[in-house]
């Protein structure tokens, strides 16, 4: 199965996809909700300065698109932070770090009137910040309205971090969009199931708190979405196994997926998705 990724940045393809041999391009990129950004290092290969400084600049808007001939979309949307020429053997590598905000956000200022919703609060920081929201209205339909109003006036990532430890909620921004979910609740989307018949590499450690489980790079797992992993063995990880007994229906169950790294190498053998899910 062929692999493809694709370099974009500000809306213009650097490197097109290519069933053919590609540039050497070797990356990382983790999206986690309790880190709220997603974070990307992406590593490519003997291009030339020239090349380099007409289309990576610090501020600028990278997509990193990778997946199969079947199956490939964004993985990363985010700034560039930084921009590094090292030498690797004979290899000039051009180091690109990108991270999914950017430090220049404009302060908020508004006010909410009496017995504002906490969705309607959540929507303003969205727009200070200047994302699209991703969130499920009816997952907040029980939450407490703010009786005397709610002022923001500041940064409002500050305000999302106070909101989330209040109201028990989960955010991240990635791929240019901000996705809330309430820590017992998922997003939107089918059920994914991680099996050997849809890519799973080795085995699943199961832990006290949910599961981690590496497979083939599937550019359509969300975080936050639900899946579930179907093995005949799996590895458990406990920091009490020698004292705990371990039912025999751990890691059975759903998962939320509460963090999720893409890593690879075009020239390489890595090309993977690793999924830490918590128990839902």
Known sequence: MSRLFEVIVDDETIIEPSTGRQFRIVFDITLDFGGAASYAEINIYNITND?????????SIIGFKAGYVDNIDFIFKGSIVNIFRE????????RI????????????NQTLGK??????????CADGMGYPLIIKESDFANAQNYPRGYVLNGDPRVYMDELSKANNFDYVITNGRLIVTPKNAVRNGDLFVVSRYT????????TETGVDVNMRLNPKINIGGRFKVESEFA???FSNIYFQDVPAQAGKGIYKVQRLSHSGDSWGDNWSSTITGFKF
């Open 51 to 59: 090349t380099v400084q007409k289309a990576f600049k610090k501020g």
């Open 87 to 94: 030498r690797e053997g004979a290899s000039i590598v051009t």
């Open 97 to 108: 770090i990108a991270r999914s905000h950017t430090e220049t956000l404009t302060n908020i």
């Open 115 to 124: 017995n504002a919703k906490l969705t309607a609060i959540i929507k303003a």
């Open 199 to 206: 890519g799973m590499e080795g085995i699943p450690i199961i």
């Open 235 to 237: 590895s458990f990880n």
